[in-house]
């Protein structure tokens, strides 16, 4: 391994200023903009995913009332899925590494790329004024006709999202043409790395369903200024058409969520076992059929809404075949775990939580995908706990281990172990007790979105609230070593996980160029038959 | 495609290896935000087809009212627009950067003739209030549901012509740069881009008009 050049700058201290920051095009400083605001936005989600699990303690409503735990769960919502989790990997670390990964020397529009930036940002912005000054109670999915008859502040909210579905448009846009047109020379499809792929299939996705949920945000928004009708009974619309679009766009979006994360996964396990991948070409097939056949499983949320039976059995059937990809990913890093070098760390740590969650998150959701099975857990909170362990329990998980992985290739140096694997510990811990009732709950018949409950369900509900409180510590914990690391961490060195993936063949952190001479990249992305790791370029 | 451009340092980013893969990205990309902007009109297309097949009847009927001349006057209007811009790269490919610059603002013209005439339409459905929604007052079509029709006919036509506006103002700045000799016969991509954007608003158009004037 090379000695870091002394005198070529890195990405972070390039250029000096919070203004050198705010208007530049570096691809990696826009992915760390995209990690500030993604992490704050998690922070005041998380909050309110606490103050709703303070209120569930007790079956009497005695931290909210009603209306203000509709509040809340709105803002949950709507701040988890919108300004976390969709953004999360792809617009921080996707950013980052993507142009790396490739050997370029930054995503095909560089100005493009900011722009999204402030887009996100002011989409961001509007969707939080919204949600503080005035409040929904509508939930993050606005269903027709409350969300057009709703007297709270519904407008702003629809507004920001409809903004950052543009931002989102154009980060997939971006990373497409990037994939497509600025790959080094003899970078073939088949030889990109597995992260690569899952941002290119992630982004086709918010291509192609994002302005489908811009335009039925916008129907709702015109609904609610002028009284267009179009879901409306009374002049002649129809308000289960509002959830045929939204879910048309949103059901490929918990893919825009996962993934990605998916994609972490196999550059972890690969790191971390010290083994080229069971079979690339597997993954890769999952990857692009999970893209394609979450665009035809929307219906799956519907089989209560007066949907016929014959399209509810289609859905249903289409929303297995995920399972089918799921699996086939899920065994592959399974594979390749087998009879590896397993070295023991955060990263691994959270990639094993993932497979873990997904296992029951993936299993639950084939049990609701079964039509009759789903007419009673529909709205409970078996369902709440299925996408929980999905959203949470599997793209968080991912969100964590790129976060540990990446951490000393972005920043340049390095958090301590302990710690790290102690709080990941804790959060998968925490987190099968906050979510594991939910199952039971729901299955007892415990619906969705009520403040109060009756008391025979409380024992369940503390457990789920105890479980909240861990998470919460280990969230702490995280936060604490990574500022230190930040500021006192011992440096990282070029490539300490020895990863033979090829984002870490640039020095970490990396040069504003990326490469100081142009990167050959002569081996599979995840070779490990050869023991040295890459040359740093 | 990888024409290295002989200019290369002029008209080239430093992250694109050659002019030529910077052209084919520019390209790539128009055409990405131009499936993402037909999946937008697909929003409404499908409630379109939706609320069609539930009141048939009532749509055939709805469209006895709508003004067909001045629809084909528009869809006249738009196609040959779009040909004056298609002609443009060519022009400007020969060095007649003044043929090119006249076609572009000929094409212009031609589309703000299409949104005066909307316009000219809107007034004259709001005047018998045809309108959206709670707004309806069409006395000559009282059933229930009729002003789905006309919600949707409004909700297109006015995507479209927001399209328009955008539309006009990319040709406008397109012929004050080749005006400028910013855009020239070197690099034509710019123009290219923007004469894609121009047809597929176009595009939009012709299926417009044959879903809300004739069928």
């Known amino acids: ?537 | 495609m990888s024409t290295e451009g002989t200019h290369t340092g002029k008209f080239r980013a430093e992250h694109f290896g050659t002019l030529g893969a910077q052209k084919d990205a520019a390209h790539l990309g128009m055409w990405t935000f131009l499936a993402t902007e037909l999946l937008l009109f697909t929003g409404l297309f499908a409630v379109y087809a939706v609320y069609r097949w539930a009141y048939g009847g009532l749509f055939h009927e709805a469209q006895k009212h709508m003004d067909v001349l001045l629809g084909t006057v528009n869809t006249f209007l738009l196609v040959v627009s779009s040909t004056l811009v298609a002609l443009a790269p060519r022009a400007l490919e020969a060095k007649r950067t003044h043929v090119a610059t006249l076609l572009l603002l000929g094409a212009i013209a031609m589309g703000l003739a299409f949104l005066v005439l909307k316009g000219v339409e809107w007034g004259h459905h709001a005047h018998e209030g045809a309108l959206p929604g709670q707004w309806y007052a069409f006395e000559k079509l009282r059933v229930p549901g009729a002003s789905l029709f006309y919600t949707l006919y409004f909700l297109m036509t006015g995507l479209h012509a927001l399209h328009m506006l955008i539309g006009v103002v990319v040709l406008a700045v397109l012929a004050v740069r080749l005006r400028r000799r910013t855009i020239t016969a070197e690099y034509p991509v710019a123009l290219e881009l923007g004469g894609m954007y121009w047809h597929f608003v176009d595009i939009i158009w012709l299926f417009l008009y044959p879903l809300l004037y004739l069928a």
């Open chain 1, 1 to 537: 391994m090379s000695p870091p050049p002394a005198e070529v700058p890195s990405y972070l201290t390039a250029e000096a200023g919070l203004w050198s920051w705010l208007r530049t095009k570096d691809h990696k400083r826009i992915g760390v903009l995209y990690l500030v605001l993604v992490l704050l936005f998690f922070a005041l989600g998380g909050f309110f995913a606490l103050a709703l699990r303070l209120e569930l303690l007790t079956p009497e409503p005695d931290v909210l009332g009603p209306m203000a735990y509709n509040r809340a769960f709105t803002l949950h919502g709507v701040i988890m899925v919108w300004l976390f989790l969709i953004p999360s990997v792809p617009t921080t670390f996707g950013n980052f590494l993507l142009p790396i990964m490739v050997g370029a020397r930054d995503v095909a529009f560089p100005r493009l790329n900011l722009f999204s930036w402030y887009l996100f940002a002011a989409g961001g912005v509007i969707t939080l004024w919204g949600l503080f000054q005035g409040g929904a109670d509508t939930g993050w999915t606005f269903y027709t006709p409350y969300s057009t008859t709703s007297g709270t502040d519904v407008l702003p909210i629809l507004v920001g999202v409809f903004i950052i579905g543009f931002s989102s448009i154009l980060t997939g846009l971006n990373f497409i043409v990037t994939v497509h047109t600025l790959r080094a020379p003899g970078l073939t499809w088949m030889r990109m790395p597995l992260f690569v792929w899952a941002l290119y299939g992630t982004s086709l996705i918010q291509v192609l369903a994002t302005p489908i949920l811009g335009m039925v945000l916008l129907l709702v928004a015109v609904e609610r200024v002028a009284g267009i009708g179009l879901f409306d009974v009374g002049r002649g619309g129809d308000p289960v058409l509002f959830q045929h679009l939204f879910w048309f766009y949103s059901h490929p979006a918990v893919y825009i969520m996962i993934l990605p994360t998916m994609g972490v996964l196999s550059e972890v396990i690969c790191a971390f076992s010290r083994k080229n991948p069971f079979s690339y070409r597997m993954i890769v097939l999952g990857t692009v059929g999970i893209a394609f056949v979450g665009f035809f499983s929307w219906g799956h949320h519907m089989f209560v809404a007066g949907q016929s039976v014959a399209g509810s059995g289609a859905f249903g059937a289409l929303s297995m075949l995920v399972a089918i990809f799921t699996s086939i990913k899920v065994f592959t890093w399974i594979g390749t775990l087998y009879r590896g070098s397993i070295v023991l760390s955060a990263p691994l740590v959270y990639a094993l939580g993932f497979i873990f969650f997904i296992f029951f998150g993936g299993m639950t959701g084939v049990a609701v995908a079964t039509t009759s099975a789903d007419v009673h857990w529909h709205d409970t909170y078996f369902v709440v706990g299925h996408f929980h362990y999905i959203m949470v329990g599997s793209a968080l998980m991912g969100f964590l281990a790129a976060l540990h992985y990446w951490f000393p290739k972005m920043f340049g140096r390095m958090y301590p172990s302990g710690p790290a694997i102690g709080s990941a510990v804790l959060i998968i811990f925490g987190f099968i007790v906050t979510f594991l009732p939910h199952f039971l709950l729901g299955n007892m018949g415990m619906p969705r979105r009520y403040a109060t409950y009756p008391a025979e369900f409380q024992a369940l509900h503390v457990a789920s609230t105890a479980g909240a409180s861990l998470l919460a510590y280990g969230f702490l914990g995280i936060a604490g070593y990574l500022v230190w690391a930040l500021v006192k961490g011992p440096l990282a060195g070029d490539n300490p996980w020895r990863s033979h993936g090829y984002e870490w063949a640039s020095h970490s952190p990396p040069p504003a160029a990326n490469f100081l001479t142009p990167p050959e990249f002569e081996r599979e992305p995840h070779d490990y038959t050869v023991v040295e790791a890459p040359r740093v370029y």
